[in-house]
């Protein structure tokens, strides 16, 4: 898995798009509204943050884009690298996963442009499930959050196919904004297997071991 090609996430807004169309497929797993009140699993004490285990390469689609946005893949060493959680912060970040949901249209890359993997911002309002995240860091970067604690990060998804997430780091554990649903979930509640992510002490990105969501593991 250490050498898993993020090619795959070239298909991760296919299955997305239901025949019934449009917009709507976003919410195939959204559920209900988005709760905006802390949730009470976050006002205990800090949470589980997901511990790297050694140095990965990135796809070489976020090499491209790191060349077109330099600014986006840069390492602010004075940044924090975690978020202070309360009460008007949560309200932001779960507002952001919410309305970047609900203004992108979900499709491949090959539909969009005609490649396997490209990672850019869905400013036409199409993108797939890595643009659809950038676009969110760049809203709650642009709100004050640090860039540096909002970390791009490749998953395996409940069906077995690759998935990019954004990872906020915060001081009450690592939550996850995802096209896929409205709610922003711990990562140990999301039923993915993660496989590696932006780095927080570097531009480099970092292993995460392949490690599934504790409930996943005891489903099974």
Same mark, same amino acid.
């Given at each position: ?16 798009? !239901?025949? %019934?169309?449009?917009? +709507? *497929?976003?919410?195939?797993? &959204?559920?209900? @509204?988005?709760?905006?009140?802390? #949730? =009470? ?7 589980? !943050?997901? %511990?790297?285990?050694? +140095? *990965?390469?990135?796809?070489? &689609?976020?090499? @491209?884009?790191?060349?077109?946005? #330099? =600014? ?149």
């Amino acid at each position: 898995m250490r050498g898993i090609s993020l090619r795959i996430l070239a298909r991760c807004s296919r299955r997305l798009v !239901a025949s %019934a169309g449009g917009a +709507a *497929a976003l919410f195939v797993m &959204a559920g209900a @509204a988005p709760a905006l009140a802390l #949730p =009470q699993w976050a006002t205990r004490g800090s949470g589980d !943050a997901l %511990a790297s285990v050694g +140095a *990965a390469g990135p796809t070489p &689609a976020w090499l @491209a884009f790191c060349a077109q946005q #330099p =600014q986006e893949c840069t390492h602010n060493p004075s940044e924090p690298d975690t978020i202070v959680l309360d009460q008007a912060i949560w309200k932001t970040i779960v507002e952001v996963n919410e309305q970047v949901n609900r203004e992108i249209l979900p499709v491949t890359d090959q539909e969009h442009w005609g490649v396997a993997d490209r990672w850019d911002y869905p400013d036409d309002g199409l993108g797939d499930c890595e643009d659809i995240q950038l676009l969110k860091r760049r809203r709650l970067t642009q709100i004050g959050l640090p860039q540096r604690a909002l970390r791009m990060t490749v998953v395996i998804d409940e069906i077995g196919a690759g998935h990019a997430v954004l990872m906020a780091r915060t001081d009450r554990g690592d939550y996850i904004l995802d096209n896929k649903r409205n709610a922003v979930l711990p990562w140990q509640e999301t039923g993915y297997r993660y496989v590696k992510r932006e780095g927080s002490d570097s531009a480099a990105w970092v292993w995460l071991g392949n490690q599934a969501a504790p409930t996943v593991t005891a489903a099974k």
